[in-house]
Structure formats: C-alpha cells, structure tokens
C-alpha cells in the first residue's frame, strides 16, 4: 500500500563620512541612468531571432502602471538587448526563462502576479511542440513581464549594491562574442564599491576562479595536442612522447607536480589521472580509457566556453542556500547530501537521457512517498506504452499497469507498486515546475556504468534506502 510521508526544510539542488544630502542627490542621478540602444544587435549576431517593438515596452509599462524606479530599468534592460527577446527564441522558452521561473517559484511568492505568470509557464511548459511568433501578443505579454519580475526580484532580493543595473542587463545573453573577449569583460569589471556577484554567490565565485586559470591556458597557447591512444597498449611503465603530452596538460590543470617531465607512465601519472577522472565524474581507475582519452583531447578553449555557460547558469540558483541541502551534480551523475558546509555522503545518480534532459533548478523537499505508483507521463504513453498495447493486448497486464482514467485516445496509465515499478520502493518528492524528483529503481545495473543519463528528465538513486534512512531519522 502506497504511503506518504510529509517532511520539512531540505532544499534540493551555484568612503569617510560626507554629506548626507548631496549622497541621496548622486544615488539619484545614477539610478536614472539608462542604457543607450544597442543598434548594433541584429539577427545576424543575437542570441535569440525574435525582436520586440520598442512600443510593446511602452504600452505595458503604461498599461500596468509600473513605478518609474522599475520601468527606466527595464527600458534601460530592452536598449542594452536592441530589444532582442530575453525569455524566447522561436523554438521556445530559453534556458535562462527555465531557470528564472524555478527561482521566482523557490522564493514562495503567491502573490497574484506571480500566481498567474506561473500558470503562463506551466501552461507553455506543457506544451510539447510550442513555437514562439514574436508578434503573438501572449508572448509579448509574457516576455515583458518576466523582465519586470527580474528587476523586482533585483530590487528585492540581492544586497544593495551588489548586483548593479549594468551587470544585471547581461545576466542574459544578447550578442554572440568571442569568449575570450567575453572572459576578459567578466575577469576585468570594476565597481565603485567593489562588490560582486561572486559576493553572494558561492558556485559562481568558484567558477569564476577557474575561468581565470583556462583562460591564462588558452592565452599561453593552450595545452599540448593528445592524439589518438592506442589504449591497449598504453599501460603503466609505458614510455612515449604521448605519455609526456597527457603529464604537460595534467601539470596545466593542477593534477600533477609541475616537476613530473619524464616519458614514462608511472605511479605519479595514474594518480594524477584518477584525480582527473574524479573531477569530470569519471571511474577513477587512473587507466586511459576511451572516455578520460575523449575529455584530455578537448582545446581548452572548449572548457572557457563550459565555464562560461555554467557561470550564467548559476545566476538562476538561490545565492546563499543553508541548512540541509541535496545537491545533484547532473554532469557528474552524483547526488551530495549537505549539512551547511559538511558533506554527509554521496552516492551515484542517473539522469535524463538526451532530449529528455534533467533541468538545472532548486525547490524544497516536502514529501516522501513509499510504494509509490508510478504516473505515466502522456508523452511515453503516446510514444510507448499506446504502441505496446496495439502489439499487444496483455502490455498492461505484463508491465504491471492499468489504466485509471482518460479518454480512449489518451488514457491515463500507471504502473502500480511492485517489484517490477520503475519508480522501485521510494520516491521523494520536491514540487517544481519542471514535475522532477528523485526515486529508487529496480535496473540497478546502470549504476555500473561511467555515463549514467538513462531517465526521462528524473533522478533515479542508486541506494534509495539510505537516503530514506537519512531523511527519516528524526521522525519516528
């Protein structure tokens, strides 16, 4: 029998003194700055191929009687963008929209404004062949409101000063750069009070120490070529010239003693590339195969460039969060479990296979489910278990399904508890937007392997047990 469990709290987841007067009078001439228009943004070279019209910003900062305090910066955010669409593409929400909504839902804001834009999102989320027209008057309507939500958010949430009106216009990309150049502007920028993002945002000031160190690599001319291994043959006290280039590039990323200079594969060297191999979420075996040989052979400006992404992607997660946290490392196929700085244990995790991707976000724990059934979502009910059933009349029967509802084009199917259910004997839930949580399994086998992206967009663990035994040790 299904049981439920209700928990709490676990967030799942990077001068001297002068005059009074004349400082008020300076803050408010620099808080009426706005950006001049970018012209220089066409389809050519933006990020997104859908333009608004300037006048769309006007009659909605007109329409809903936005403060000026809010709309010269929301002018001053659509100048810096040429008015290039933020939130859209004509494939659809972009990345940053995912991310912002998953934040605004994490703040626990129910106001009415955002009650309806999150019915909106959930709306455009659901749709599965959603095409975006930028002169839908919907789509506009949603797009600019997301930007007003954006600076509230600003307003309200990050410290004063730390997060200036210029520095947030380019939260979202606008213009395609070389990403060199683009290192260098976040590397090189300067305030008058220096403060930074990085201040409030622990992931994003790790990473922009990394940036600082590929991009030094890619400056000095990168790192040696790693041509194709004979990985049969390139065993420990092997000697090569390959063996020389694999050591000069671990001595660049800070896995091997800069003094390490001979040609032979020695103890020193498979230390060095099981560190490697832990840091990209490899076995750490310290053996060349063919997936640590695959990331050795990327240029390093390939690794600016990730750096770079996962920079702006850590901008959209909540900036201090305390307490117990779960923090699933999607590349890396590990979940951690926190206690503020103390990391309790880790255990492997699949996620979501291509196109079926697990999405960055964070929310709050609040339920554990025991012998759960599992819900079919409608797209593999369309796409599977509808063909499995034409095959088959005893498809249901044989997976342990049954129908409980729908119409007889689209039912709706769940599997119900047992040993064969694909959610296996525990699931815990998190409500989000994006209807991820984690769950045991019954295919433990795919633990074993390096490459672990196999769900439908959930978090499948490897000892669901545990993680029950932890959450549920203080409730009896």
């Known amino acids: 029998m299904k049981k439920i469990i209700p928990i709490l709290g676990i967030l799942v987841f990077v001068s001297l003194a002068c005059n009074h007067n004349s ?5 408010e001439k620099k808080e009426k700055k706005i950006s001049k228009r970018h012209f220089g943004i066409t389809k050519a070279n933006s990020y997104n191929n859908i333009f608004l019209d300037s006048m769309d910003v006007v009659n909605y ?3 809903n009687n936005i403060p000026d305090s809010v709309s010269r910066r929301m002018i001053s955010f659509y100048n810096t963008r040429n008015y290039e669409y933020a939130w859209f593409s004509s494939d659809g929400l972009s990345e940053q929209a995912l991310g912002f909504s998953s934040l605004l839902n994490f703040t626990g804001d129910t106001s009415a404004n955002q009650t309806k834009l999150q019915k909106r999102m959930d709306e455009l989320l659901a749709d599965t062949n959603l095409t975006v027209s930028g002169n839908s008057k919907s789509i506009i309507n949603t797009e600019i409101n997301l930007t007003e939500r954006l600076i509230n958010y600003s307003l309200t949430q990050f410290p004063d000063g730390f997060v200036k009106r210029k520095e947030l216009e380019r939260f979202i990309p606008f213009i395609k750069q070389d990403p060199i150049k683009l290192a260098d502007s976040l590397l090189n920028k300067k305030h008058n009070d220096d403060k930074y993002f990085s201040d409030i945002n622990e992931p994003y000031k790790l990473l922009n120490e990394q940036l600082k160190k590929y991009v030094a690599i890619v400056k000095n001319g ?10 049969k043959h390139f065993k420990k006290n092997d000697s090569s010239a390959q063996v020389l280039a694999v050591k000069r590039k671990l001595i660049l990323t800070g896995d091997l003693s800069p003094n390490d200079t001979s ?12 560190n490697y191999q832990k840091r990209f979420g490899l076995t750490a075996d310290g053996k060349l195969g063919s997936k640590t040989v695959e990331e050795l052979k990327k240029p390093a400006i390939e690794r600016v460039k990730q750096i770079l992404i996962n920079m702006n992607r850590m901008r959209w997660l909540p900036t201090k969060p305390e307490g117990r946290l779960i923090v699933v490392n999607i590349p890396a196929f590990n979940l951690h479990v926190y206690e503020g700085q103390k990391m309790v244990f880790t255990m492997p995790v699949v996620v979501g296979k291509e196109g079926h991707n697990t999405t ?3 929310d709050r724990m609040t339920t554990i489910v025991l012998s759960p059934y599992w819900n079919v979502p409608p797209s593999i009910v369309k796409k599977e ?9 005893d498809y249901l029967e044989k997976n342990n399904m049954e129908i409980d509802g729908g119409t007889d084009s689209m039912p709706v199917v769940r599997q119900k508890p047992g040993p064969q259910n694909s959610l296996g004997k525990v699931k815990f839930l998190f409500p989000n937007i994006f209807n991820i949580y984690l769950h045991d399994t019954p295919a ?3 633990f074993n392997k390096d490459v672990r992206a196999y769900s439908h967009g959930c978090i499948r663990l490897a000892d669901a047990e545990k993680m029950a035994d932890y959450l549920l040790q203080n409730n009896s």
Do not use: C
């Open 23 to 27: 400082k008020n009078k300076d803050s």
């Open 444 to 446: 433990k086998w795919i």
């Open 61 to 63: 900062i007109s329409k």
């Open 263 to 274: 040609l032979v594969y020695d103890t020193d060297l498979k230390n060095a590339i099981k």
């Open 360 to 362: 960055l976000f964070s």
């Open 385 to 393: 278990v509808l063909p499995g059933m034409q095959k088959d009349p």
């Open 222 to 231: 990168g790192w040696p070529e790693i041509r194709e291994i004979n990985i």
